[in-house]
């Protein structure tokens, strides 16, 4: 099994619709990030969290909102999805070194 | 945040080294330098990483210039399977709030047979 998983891997959504998608990890890390990448971009840190109790926003929270509901678990949801998110999102965490570990990503469009 | 500066694209022949180059001018002395890769439909790849003195792993080295306002990452035998895109990321150490990775653009590295 990944170390960080994301579900789902896919997922066609239509506009205005609310839309979640899961990262769990096994790393046993305090650290986790959501990032989005467009085509032949590099990543976008949108959301990033060090702790059960601790969000922050990265450089394109608006649209996003995110929820750590445990150590292992970071979700990111799109209230109303809009087509302009249509993008490759991933989940990563960080150890204490600074290494950190991604997810295979999910490609989401909005219709 | 301090910024890099990379070339979008580089070529290199297969089992030749590869020389990727990133500059950083504006990096603090606590600023830890990271390489990541990114293979095709894939997420980013931890590559290697240093401070201040040259670093060396099994996938590749990380040479630091000594006013660490540049540095290079070598691959020693390039493989068709290291054609990927090549960040170079400056990530804050000088306090936990620090803590992120920020992505440029990257290098795109072609391999050729």
């Known amino acids: 099994d990944a170390d960080v998983t994301q579900t789902p891997r896919n997922r066609i959504t239509k506009t205005g619709k609310r839309i979640m998608l899961e990262c769990s990890q096994t790393?046993?890390?305090?650290?986790m990030y959501w990032y989005r990448q467009d085509p032949g971009l590099g990543l976008q840190l949108i959301y990033y969290s060090f702790d059960v109790k601790d969000i922050n926003k990265g450089e394109i929270s608006d649209g996003y909102s995110v929820s750590r509901q445990a150590q292992a678990k970071f979700s990111l949801s799109l209230e109303s999805a809009i087509p302009n998110q249509t993008a490759l999102y991933f989940c990563?965490?960080?150890?204490?070194?600074?290494?950190?570990?991604f997810g295979q990503g999910t490609r989401l469009t909005v219709v | 945040d301090a910024k890099t500066t990379q070339p979008n694209s580089m070529e290199s022949n297969e089992e030749e080294p590869v020389h990727l180059p990133c500059n950083h001018s504006t990096i603090s002395g606590t600023d830890y330098i990271h390489w990541y890769r990114q293979l095709p439909s894939q997420g980013p790849e931890y590559v290697i990483h240093?401070?201040?003195s040259n670093v060396n792993n099994r996938m590749a080295s990380l040479a630091i210039a000594e006013d660490r306002k540049s540095s290079t990452l070598i691959l020693h035998r390039a493989t068709l399977r290291d054609a990927a895109v090549y960040y170079c990321i400056l990530r804050g150490g000088s306090n936990f709030g620090n803590e992120k990775l920020t992505f440029g653009t990257g290098t795109r590295l072609t391999i050729i047979p």
């Open positions: 790393k046993g890390h305090d650290r």
């Open positions: 990563a965490t960080m150890d204490w070194t600074g290494e950190a570990f």
């Open positions: 240093g401070l201040t």
